[in-house]
């Protein structure tokens, strides 16, 4: 209902002619009754203020001679009498200071009011249609005596306004019903022609085409009834013509539609076809274009149309239409043929053609069609597969493929290059062909059943080529599927990882030697205090006893035990490259030729020495007595493994290696080295005792005839200087040891190697002395005030530093260990030097932990006492610093905290 009501008010022109004269009433007695209520509330406001105000007036001319007397209840009386007036809210009587003497409300007795007026009058403090606040001073005379303060409400004149606004919404009401029912007559009267019009227009519609509209009256309604029936009458005599004309081209359209039907059946198949289908005039023009051929080319029907083919190939290719055009004239037969195009964005594709002349009804040729077919992923496939094909039959790594019982169907070349079988020999065969003896039947069969399962194996195969010689590959193996998922074939990519795994050998090999030589250095500090103490306290007791005492030679006995104990150290150092090395230029030759007289003696008169010397060699930078404790100890080695009668061999050399050579072979590094070889014809050895004749304390000699450490200490020293060792042997063919030391850039003079020889002695010079070891400080104290000098004794670099500041006369020497707590001996000895000039320094370790030196080699000026030293020993060193000359190199210690 309410829904037929709104379509009424809002979708017909009587609905809406009602509902606007409806809102026009709405809207004029609303601003009536609005502008009627403001004028009333002002009225009432103006009233209400006024009452306000003369009764603020009497009340204050009443109450100040009550207020002058301080009549209490007088005042109260005046101001309840004020309550007659209905509109009261409160009366208040106050004093001149503003206490409160009367009021309606009898809660404010006693209390201040402080918002009055500053002047004397009347003062209106408020004005709101809830409240009207006016006070009025109180005067006798010209005397203010207090003041009346008085509140009036309009509670009436809220009423008066309520009705008039109610009165005035029922008026509005009112106004709009009888608005609506006059515009309801009114538009009835006015819209009922225009509805016998739509009621013509209704039954025209469902079919009656008499129906006519009435005509009845004047007025402008009439008027257009009747010429809306005119417009019937034209528009159906329209009608009868159309529908003779109609059937006229019902027959046509059906003999067109039949003789289109050929043609649209064509043309869909012409346009649903994926490939190019095209038509050219004789010229060569465009003439038809199909969907396919705009998927292939990426051009649109507009964009051809009445251009030459020619657009679509390529440069190169511009005349090739042109001249089938002319094989097609001449009525020669075209098979399907392969060409190239080129798309609208430049791309160049492969397309198959197919060609054939259009004739006209007199049978000549007046055109060609063209069907193209993309062939591009066809090639592009056939070009992969001949990539892959040159790929595996370039590759590095052996491919084969079997099929699923194990027979080899193919194999590359690499297969060929690394067997040693060829690929006629291998075909037909099984992989059985490079078994070896390494793998046993459980690993073969565990292969196979991951290869039956469908999954992929990888693993290490050690095969055999065709000529016996063992190899080792990294497998891997994955089935071949066909279209089903069925297996079909097994396909094995193998790496040959020989050389590989001999490098990672060798490698583990070096890194196993560097961790032992990190353990030897770690443990020879401690070591070395231990045997300073031996040797030290050995010394002193064998200057305390005469040789004819029994104790005398057990010392003597204890201090060679504490030396060969000291040269294992020092052989330990030697291997772990922690041995402090004074390095010169040396000429190897040279070197080596002086060392030979004393070879010969230690290898004996049963032993050959064969000297090879080589040409326009390179000097090395290395420490002498380093040299000659390598070619000691790999002559003894070589001594040793030879049985009654046989030959040693040393050689120099120089060779260069490169980038290359060193990536294929694992120690080696590049750049210019000078060889050292020591060979013999003895016993040799296998590969196991090769790969540990470098580690300490292995020895293949008999109990108590070898210490191990010979070849240790060899491998030290070698890699101390940067250079590299290499050992070929085979049992019962001899052993050969190659040293190659980096060549020194410079090609001059090589230094000679002066003796200085300095007397030992004491003296009476004041020594600087620093140890943390308590038992080794008393001990060398000892030692140095027993040669004469007086000794200031520091157990820690801080004690040292106040013995120096504190001590007024010059201290000669400063005799300190390298590691010491709080700071090590090199900074102890620089803060020295800046508080003592000339200050000289003898430094003593176990071992240098590079401190002092530069990857184990003595800077210039450094001068070390290497422990364990005997009293001999330390009274050479010292005196020998204190008798240098000033200022020279050896006599001053350089600035090394940087």
């Known amino acids: 209902m309410m829904r037929g009501l709104r379509n009424y008010l809002f979708g017909t022109l009587r609905g809406r002619l009602i509902v606007g004269v409806a809102l026009v009433h709405a809207v004029m007695m609303s601003v009536f009754i609005a502008d009627l209520t403001l004028r009333q509330r002002k009225s009432v406001l103006d009233h209400q203020r006024d009452t306000a105000q003369v009764m603020s007036h009497l009340l204050a001319i009443s109450a100040a001679e009550w207020i002058a007397a301080d009549d209490l209840s007088g005042l109260q009386e005046l101001v309840e009498a004020q309550r007659r007036n209905p509109e009261l809210i409160f009366a208040i009587l106050v004093d001149a200071h503003g206490r409160v003497l009367a009021a309606t409300e009898k809660a404010r007795l006693g209390q201040f009011m402080l918002d009055l007026p500053d002047t004397a009058g009347q003062t209106v403090l408020s004005v709101t249609p809830d409240l ?6 109180s005067m006798i005379g010209t005397h203010l005596v207090g003041w009346a303060r008085v509140g009036v409400g309009q509670t009436a004149a809220a009423e008066d306004l309520a009705s008039i606004l109610k009165d005035g919404i029922a008026y509005t009401l009112s106004a709009i019903l009888i608005g609506s029912l006059i515009a309801w007559l009114m538009g009835r009267r006015f819209t009922r022609r225009l509805y016998a019009i739509q009621t013509t227009i209704n039954e025209i519609r ?60 064509l043309a869909t198949i012409v346009e649903s076809t994926d490939d190019a289908i095209i038509s050219t005039d004789r010229d060569g023009n465009i003439t038809s274009w199909n969907r396919g051929a705009e998927r292939i080319y990426g051009y649109g029907e507009s964009e051809v149309l009445g251009r030459h083919e020619s657009m679509l190939a390529p440069p190169e290719l511009a005349g090739e239409m042109t001249a089938l055009m002319a094989r097609m004239e001449r009525a020669e037969q075209l098979p399907p043929l392969e060409s190239v195009r080129q798309r609208k964005d430049g791309e160049r594709i492969h397309v198959s053609l197919t060609l054939a002349p259009i004739r006209d009804a007199q049978g000549g040729v007046i055109g060609a069609s063209a069907i193209g077919r993309d062939i591009t992923a066809r090639k592009a496939a056939e070009e992969e597969r001949n990539r892959l094909a040159t790929a595996i039959e370039q590759a590095a790594e052996t491919i084969v493929i ?35 003896d390494k793998q046993d039947a459980g690993y073969i069969r565990a292969m196979w059943a991951t290869l039956v399962r469908g999954e992929v194996w990888s693993g290490h195969f050690t095969n055999r080529t065709k000529d016996g010689r063992l190899y080792e590959e990294e497998a891997v193996i994955s089935p071949i599927r066909n279209a089903d998922g069925v297996i079909t074939n097994f396909v094995a990519v193998n790496r040959d990882v020989t050389r590989e795994l001999q490098l990672e050998d060798q490698f583990r090999q070096s890194q196993k030697m560097e961790a032992i030589g990190r353990l030897a250095g770690g443990v ?7 045997l300073e103490l031996i040797i030290g306290y050995a010394d002193l007791g ?46 190897l030759n040279q070197t080596v030729e002086g060392m030979l007289k004393m070879l010969r003696h230690l290898i004996g008169e049963n032993v050959e020495m064969d000297w090879r010397p080589g040409s326009d060699l390179w000097p090395v930078r290395m420490d002498p007595s380093q040299l000659d404790q390598i070619l000691a100890n790999l002559c003894v080695n070589a001594r040793d493994a030879i ?5 040693v061999t040393i050689e120099t050399g120089f060779n260069t290696f490169s980038g290359e050579f060193c990536s294929l072979h694992a120690g080696y590094a590049p750049g210019r080295y000078v060889m050292l070889a020591v060979g013999d014809n003895g016993v040799g050895m296998d590969d196991a005792t090769v790969a540990k004749i470098f580690e300490p304390f292995y020895t293949t000699k008999e109990l108590g005839k070898g210490t191990g450490l010979g070849l240790a200490t060899v491998y030290g020293i070698v890699s101390q200087n940067g250079g590299f060792i290499h050992v070929t042997s085979e049992p019962g063919r001899g052993s050969t040891f190659t040293i190659h030391l980096p060549a020194h850039a410079s090609r001059g003079v090589p230094e000679t190697v002066a003796g200085n020889a300095v007397p030992a002695g004491g003296g009476h010079e004041t020594i600087l002395l620093v140890e943390d070891e308590p038992a080794i400080l008393a001990m060398m104290q000892r030692m140095l005030e027993s040669l004469g000098y007086r000794v ?40 020295l030097s800046s508080l003592r000039q000339g200050l000289r320094t003898l430094f003593m370790s176990g071992y240098t932990g590079n401190v002092l030196a530069s990857h184990g080699v003595m800077d210039e000026g450094v001068q070390i006492l290497s422990k364990p030293f005997s009293k001999e020993d330390l009274a050479h060193k010292v005196r020998g610093l204190l008798d240098l000359p000033p200022g020279s190199p050896a006599g001053t210690i350089p600035d090394l905290r940087g």
Do not use: C, W
């Open 132 to 137: 009207v606040d006016v006070a009025t001073s």
């Open 206 to 265: 469902i079919g009656n085409r008499l129906a006519r509209a009435p005509v009845d009256g004047v007025d402008e309604a009439a008027m257009m009834a009747r010429e809306f029936n005119s417009m019937l009458e034209a528009a159906a005599e329209q009608d009868t013509q159309l529908r003779l004309t109609n059937e006229r081209l019902q027959v046509e359209l059906a003999e067109r539609q039949l003789a289109e039907l050929r043609l649209v059946q």
């Open 402 to 436: 079997t099929d699923t019982s194990g027979t080899i169907q193919y194999v590359n070349p690499a297969f060929e290059r690394i067997t040693g079988y060829s690929r006629s020999e291998a075909i037909g065969s099984n992989p059985r062909l490079v078994k070896s």
């Open 524 to 530: 020879a500090h401690d070591f070395n205090n231990m």
């Open 542 to 587: 064998l200057e305390e006893l005469d040789e004819s005492q029994p104790l005398h030679e057990f010392l003597v006995q204890i201090r060679r035990a504490g030396e060969r104990s000291a040269n294992l150290t020092r052989q330990l150092l030697a291997f772990a490259r922690k041995q402090t090395a004074t390095p010169r230029v040396l000429d």
């Open 643 to 647: 049985t009654g009668v046989g030959r």
């Open 792 to 831: 200031l004794a520091a157990a820690t670099p801080g004690r040292a530093l106040e013995l120096a500041a504190g001590h007024s006369e010059q201290i000669a020497l400063l005799v300190t260990d390298v590691v010491l707590p709080e700071m090590n001996g090199r900074d102890l000895a620089a803060e």
